[in-house]
């Protein structure tokens, strides 16, 4: 009978092992989830005591209740609507060409359409329909929209070969 009792007493002590370290183990998972989908404390200290107490009812009811997405994950999700967001915004583009142009440039430097016109008084570049500076108030000259579709031609430079023709020339 001793044998029997010592065995079954190991068995007990084992299985007794066993169910408490997988206790601890639901106890400091759940804890540790919990503090990477919230950073509310006492939602954490709540969820472990609901998983003490409770034990694997417990779990299942935190695993039911808690928080979809980790803290990384919505961080990273905001980020992305973040990124969306800016590729949303208006961006000039040139009229003429369609080409991507700067809120700074007064002319496309693809096809040399007027983008912008300067302020009479400050130099500040305007729209061209506004017919007032917000910068200093001065009255602009009305807008004509046959100006804005207007072409500006720019001087062209010499090709490069020409260019050292006539450096090569100045030296003789």
Known sequence: MTDFSQ????VVTVLSAVF???WLGMILWTW???RTRSRDNVATVAATVLVAVLNVPGLLIYAMLRPRETL???YERSLEEEALLQGIEEKPICPGCG???NARWQLCPHCHTRLKKPCTQCGELLDL???LC???ATPQPVYEPAEAALVVELPRRPARGAARQSVDFAQE
């Open 7 to 10: 065995t079954l007493l190991l």
């Open 20 to 22: 408490v370290a997988l």
């Open 32 to 34: 540790r989830d919990m």
């Open 72 to 74: 990384t994950e919505a």
């Open 99 to 101: 080409r991507p142009a």
């Open 129 to 131: 329909p506004w017919d």
């Open 134 to 136: 917000p910068v200093c």
